[in-house]
């Protein structure tokens, strides 16, 4: 089992910046595939970004440029920086881990890579 909680979401306007974190309760961080995602309600849960278990990332594109995914093995946390916000960014944003150990997909948040455990979500509002 793999707690996650999220922190770090709030209210900012276009153009600003704010910056996710998310706990994990296990020391076996680096086996895991971690992402973040968003969704707003009445629409399907979006992929944001991810990292492997190598440190790479991936983005989606509607992102790119903007935000940043990041990890910290020593603290149990990954984080989300986001820039350059706009509106249309809002929503409630989850994080996400999945046991690399446990399937041959590749570590993405577009792929169908199978995340097990997520956080409860962080509200996230940019106004114009």
């Known amino acids: 089992q793999v707690d996650l909680v999220e922190s770090g979401g709030g209210s900012v306007q276009a153009g600003g910046s704010l910056r996710l974190s998310c706990a994990g309760s296990?020391?076996?961080?680096?086996?895991?595939?971690w992402g973040w995602f968003r969704q707003v309600p009445g629409k399907e849960r979006e992929g944001v970004a991810a990292?492997?278990?190598?440190?790479?990332?991936s983005y989606a594109d509607s992102v790119k440029g903007r935000f940043t995914i990041s990890k910290d093995h020593a603290k149990n946390a990954l984080y989300l920086e986001m820039n350059v916000l706009k509106p249309e960014d809002t929503a409630v944003y989850y994080c996400?881990?999945?046991?690399?150990?446990?399937?041959?997909?590749?570590?993405?948040?577009?792929?169908?890579?199978?995340?097990?455990?997520w956080g409860q979500g962080t509200q996230v509002t940019v106004s114009s």
């Open positions: 996400a881990a999945g046991d690399l150990r446990n399937t041959p997909a590749s570590c993405s948040v577009t792929r169908g890579f199978p995340f097990g455990y």
């Open positions: 296990r020391y076996t961080y680096s086996q895991y595939c």
């Open positions: 990292v492997d278990s190598d440190g790479s990332t």
